[in-house]
């Protein structure tokens, strides 16, 4: 068992065959490669077809959201800076059981980003190219399949030629990314019209598979509107990404300090440049074809190349060039740190003993070789059953916040069971924060909807028996004692509650047939109800939770290759 050093802080775990080269601003920039994709393409007309010129609130609430999480997981990925953090803080604090449940939805979230963020490029180049994206179904064609599946060959060619040329390539990369959405917030800003903010939208309106009646004015659908905005229009999923710096941390350079700065720099930038490309998308449209409010907009191009089309439609064509060459960049620089994240989140998933070790695997270059070779598969394949843009980012924001959600209870366990560990950035009122954050994780899950938590739950049972399976051959698997099945009380219980209140709830998620949900919890009420049982899971997790000696136990099992654990502060 490993244990605490005299006049030092607690042991923790190191990682295996990888090499630390990445540096402050490539960590920035994993972090804000993920951030600024495809989201900001497409989310702000998702967004105001949803809630019309108050989308800018769902800007700003998912913004402050994200930005409670991503201050949690700052203090975690400076504590335990180990690769696939987000997969693995849950095992330290609770073992295996409810480890797995937080691991399978860390890698179900970023096994998709990267064909997804393909599907984006198709979308976009449909301008130019119109045989892979059908306009008329909202999916990519066959075409469209076979040219995911190049583009992941290639972030699969410069992912394996290592962790600092995909750094240097990432860094190149998001410059332009940074510097396309900064330019054309500049230029939109001197069509601005003030009107905009009030057009009406009458009569009632189908928009996102809902059927909404608008009252007009700056919230045609109220405040379900902005709410509905914030996860199922693509708010949430274009901030997804932050955690990317703690998805690398076993390869980062000083990642203690490096770690806390990178998250919280990257999401700064993000945040501003999302609600100005909002307020841009707004101003700049042009009144004559807001007729009929924002949700009643037919422009085929703008439809399909929300930016880009805004840019031609008013007479930028040189700057809708540049968006579309963008809707390419942008998208595939996405697309390429997600699955370096994916391979080092499978990686994770295999120190912790969950899935073959064959998964750790890694060369002399020190990339985890099986991993990447396997996220690009599995990526693919996940794009097969086709589904619409707005379906599949439901789906990813999901399983993204339920990923989340294991951290705030990380936090607050370590802050009790380990409070001498070398923390090099302290969450200021971390006890009222974390479940302040696991109240915010929830809210979001319930706000996406009943289509996409009754999806998650089937993606999970899958997951469970994937693992079993990949446990029971594996001789050296953990042996889950009494203790960490205690500790896991809560899981069954927090996942079947989520499930029931989603059901009896007002939000479904883009579905128009049955399982629908009954709203038997009216609006507000239903946001009560989900902080109320939020508190009492986080509660019961955090007394539920391994004693010190058991969570020390595990750290000490994944150690560096010499067999010595290290010692964090060292």
Not at 165 to 176: E, G
């Amino acid at each position: 068992m490993a244990t605490d050093t005299a006049g030092s802080a607690a042991t923790r775990p190191a990682d295996v065959g990888l090499k630390r080269e990445v540096g402050f601003i490539g960590a920035v920039w994993a972090s804000e490669s993920s951030i600024i994709g495809s989201g900001w393409l497409f989310a702000a007309l998702g967004a105001t077809q949803l809630a019309g010129a108050a989308a800018i609130y769902g800007w700003l609430i998912g913004g402050v959201a994200i930005l409670i999480l991503a201050l949690v997981h700052a203090e975690l990925g400076g504590m335990y800076p180990v690769s696939g953090g987000t997969a693995r803080f849950p095992h330290y604090a609770f073992g295996g059981v409810a480890g797995i449940t937080f691991g399978f939805f860390s890698w179900l979230q970023a096994v998709a980003v990267a064909p997804f963020e393909c599907y984006g490029v198709m979308r976009y180049a449909h301008y130019y190219w119109t045989s892979g994206y059908n306009t008329n179904t909202k999916l990519i064609t066959g075409w469209g399949l076979l040219i995911t599946i190049v583009l992941m060959a290639i972030f699969t060619i410069v992912n394996w030629l290592g962790i600092r040329l995909l750094a240097r390539v990432n860094s190149a990369v998001m410059w332009w990314k940074l510097a396309i959405p900064l330019l054309a917030i500049v230029v939109l800003l001197f069509k601005w019209h003030s009107g905009n903010w009030s057009a009406g939208t009458p009569g009632p309106i189908v928009t996102g598979g809902q059927h909404l009646d608008g009252s007009g004015g700056f919230a045609p659908f109220g405040a379900k509107g902005v709410l509905n905005a914030v996860v199922t229009s693509g708010i949430v999923f274009s901030y997804l990404g932050f955690e990317q710096a703690d998805q690398l941390a076993g390869e980062v350079k000083n990642p203690q300090k490096v770690l806390p700065r990178a998250i919280i720099t990257a999401m700064a930038i993000g945040t501003f440049v999302y609600i100005m490309v909002q307020v841009v998308f707004i101003s700049a449209m042009d009144p004559s074809q807001l007729t009929h409010g924002f949700p009643g907009i037919s422009n085929a191009n703008v439809l399909s190349g929300p930016i880009a089309g805004l840019a031609g439609l008013i007479g930028l064509s040189w700057l809708a060039t540049i968006l579309r060459i963008d809707a390419v960049i942008s998208p595939s620089g996405t697309g390429l740190i997600y699955l370096t994240s994916t391979s080092r989140v499978t990686y994770g998933l295999a120190r912790n003993r969950y899935i073959p070790q064959a998964f750790q695997w890694t060369d002399k270059r020190g990339v985890p070789w099986f991993s990447l070779l396997a996220s690009a598969i599995f990526g693919v394949i996940f794009l097969v059953p086709n589904a619409t843009w707005q379906a599949i980012v439901s789906l990813i924001t999901g399983a993204s916040v339920l990923m989340y959600a294991g951290a705030p209870l990380s936090l607050a366990v370590f802050r009790n069971r380990l409070p001498e560990t070398y923390r090099p950035y302290r969450l200021p009122a971390a006890l009222i924060i974390a479940p302040a954050a696991f109240v915010v994780a929830n809210l979001l899950i319930y706000w996406s909807g009943f289509e996409t938590i009754w999806k998650l739950g089937i993606c999970c049972a899958i997951g469970y028996a994937a693992i079993a399976i990949a446990m029971i051959f594996d001789a050296q698997r953990p042996k889950l004692g009494r203790r960490e099945w205690i500790a896991a009380s809560w899981v069954p219980v927090y996942l079947i509650g989520m499930g029931l209140i989603s059901w009896n709830g007002q939000f479904a998620g883009g579905a128009t047939v049955a399982p629908l949900p009954t709203g038997r919890i009216h609006l507000w009420y239903d946001i009560g109800v989900v902080a109320v049982f939020s508190l009492v899971i986080f509660f019961w997790a955090y007394f539920a939770a391994l004693p010190k000696d058991e969570i020390l136990s595990i750290i000490g099992e994944q150690v560096t290759g010499d067999g010595e654990a290290e010692v964090a502060g060292a």
